[in-house]
């Protein structure tokens, strides 16, 4: 069975911009949509952003567009969240998935997604 793992992510100041990686080490997902979520303790997964496979379609959720960009290469198998302008807020567990359940908008609940990877910590503070 395929995984994916996210990485880049750490400590970064208010306003400062990070780029995360999402790697299907086993190929395992290279045809499907892949999201973007993200935990703060003591919060709800929240949805960030999700793309399917060939860039065809991608989806944000408002909190982040504008600041978020999920772009994808397939040839790589990686998806990437390239973040700008970092806020506090957006201090949080950052994890990528495959989204297994398609319906009419089921890309933004994270029940619709599995094979979850470990999630990559980042902490925005002064």
């Known amino acids: 069975q395929g995984q994916l793992a996210e990485s880049g992510g750490g400590f970064v100041l208010p306003g400062g911009s990070l780029k995360l990686a999402c790697v299907d080490s086993g190929r395992s997902f290279s045809e499907l949509p892949l999201g973007w979520f993200r935990q703060a303790p003591g919060k709800e997964r929240e949805f960030l952003a999700a793309?399917?496979?060939?860039?065809?379609?991608?989806w944000y959720a408002d909190s982040v567009k504008g600041r978020f960009t999920i772009s994808r290469d397939d040839a790589a198998d990686t998806v990437y969240l390239h973040m700008n302008n970092l806020k506090p807020e957006d201090t949080a567990v950052y994890s990528c998935a495959a989204l297994v359940k398609r319906y009419a908008f089921s890309w933004q609940y994270a029940d619709s997604y599995d094979y979850w990877g470990p999630g990559t910590q980042i902490t925005v503070s002064p």
């Open positions: 793309i399917t496979w060939r860039s065809e379609n991608t």
